[in-house]
């Protein structure tokens, strides 16, 4: 059974860092690309980043430059590094085994991020 569990938000003032965290479970954790997807409040969810089995990354260009995705296959764990946090990054943040199709059946329950101005 998939399970995805978001923590690591808060409350951050511009120009802040926050580190979140994805424990995973339900399917070969080191074999899949896992993504982080935002949910920005009254907005469609979107990509942000995404990291292959291998560790190679791709980011959406509103946060290339300021965000890192990275993954322990040890932990079962991705991870995403927010730096230089701007008030349009606020939003809920979810983490996926990712797929090209972007075609999830399963989320978890997202972490929320607000950053003030």
């Known amino acids: 059974q998939v399970q995805l569990v978001e923590s690591g938000g808060g409350l951050v003032q511009a120009g802040g860092s926050l580190r979140l965290s994805c424990a995973a479970s339900?399917?070969?954790?080191?074999?899949?690309?896992m993504g982080w997807y935002r949910q920005p409040p009254g907005k469609q969810r979107e990509l942000v980043a995404s990291i292959t089995s291998r560790g190679r990354t791709d980011y959406a260009d509103s946060v290339l430059g300021r965000f890192t995705i990275s993954r322990d296959n040890a932990k079962n764990t991705v991870y995403l590094q927010m730096n230089s946090l701007k008030p349009e990054d606020t939003a809920v943040y979810y983490c996926?085994?990712?797929?090209?199709?972007?075609?999830?059946?399963?989320w978890g329950q997202g972490t929320q991020v607000t950053v003030s101005s």
């Open positions: 339900g399917r070969i954790f080191s074999l899949v690309p």
């Open positions: 996926q085994y990712y797929t090209r199709s972007e075609t999830y059946d399963y």
